[in-house]
């Protein structure tokens, strides 16, 4: 059974840092590009970054480039998602997805951590 | 980025009723659109990818069809485990991004 679990979310005050982990089973990880998508309370669904299957390639959206930071470990099976200089406006959910290389959509859900900016 | 536009943002259905869910996009994303679903606090679920291929498992009431720019969800013979929001997705180009949203609702 594929599954997608993820961890590391909490409260934070803004400016602070926080890791977000996924941690993968029940498939070929390293076959798959993963990506992170968030939701805010009450709103709908934003793309927030990818990473590609060695790591070597990721993308981010505009309002997190420069302070969050996407990265993988195919030996640990493990997305990881740096996030610094967080916003009152990072609170959301945060989902980790999985995606088959290059044009494709999500087709495999964590189920979420929360992630709240709050003083 | 292209901007994804779901209508209607709220729709009020009967069991048994067909519903259609429309999407447009601010450019053409040819068929690299997704549906997925999701209901109150859970993670979304892949329905339809390219348009109009049926995910695994999903059953066959929910069609998608389009392509460009233009795209529809329909649910035929809507059941109680239908009430849920929608929401496209377009693949075609970074960033990523998604429609606002349908939320259907019991009438």
């Known amino acids: 059974e594929v599954q997608l679990v993820e961890s590391g979310g909490g409260l934070v005050q803004p400016g602070g840092s926080l890791r977000l982990s996924c941690a993968a089973s029940?498939?070929?990880?390293?076959?798959?590009?993963m990506h992170w998508v968030r939701q805010a309370p009450g709103e709908g669904l934003m793309w927030v970054s990818r990473?590609?299957?060695?790591?070597?390639?990721?993308v981010y959206v505009d309002s997190v480039r420069g302070r969050f930071t996407v990265s993988r470990d195919n030996a640990k099976n493990t997305v990881y998602l740096q996030m610094n200089s967080l916003r009152d406006d990072d609170t959301a959910v945060y989902y980790c997805?999985?995606?088959?290389?290059?044009?494709?959509?999500?087709?495999?859900w964590g189920q979420g951590t929360l992630v709240t900016v709050s003083s | 980025d292209i901007q994804m536009t779901q209508s209607p943002s709220t729709l009020s259905a009967s069991i048994g009723d067909r519903v259609t869910i429309t999407c447009r996009a601010s450019?053409?994303?040819?068929?690299?659109l997704a549906w997925h679903q999701q209901k109150p606090g859970k993670a979304p679920k892949l329905l339809i990818y390219?348009?109009?291929s049926l995910e695994s498992g999903v059953p066959s009431r929910f069609t998608g069809s389009g392509s460009g720019t233009e795209f529809t969800l329909t649910i035929n013979s809507l059941q109680p485990d239908d009430f849920a929001t929608y929401y496209c997705?377009?693949?075609?180009?970074?960033?990523?991004?998604f429609g606002g949203g349908t939320k259907v609702e019991i009438k």
């Open positions: 029940g498939f070929t990880f390293i076959s798959y590009w």
């Open positions: 450019q053409s994303i040819f068929s690299y």
């Open positions: 997805t999985r995606g088959t290389p290059n044009l494709s959509t999500f087709d495999q």
């Open positions: 390219g348009a109009s």
């Open positions: 990473i590609n299957n060695d790591g070597t390639s990721t």
């Open positions: 997705h377009q693949y075609s180009t970074n960033p990523l991004t």
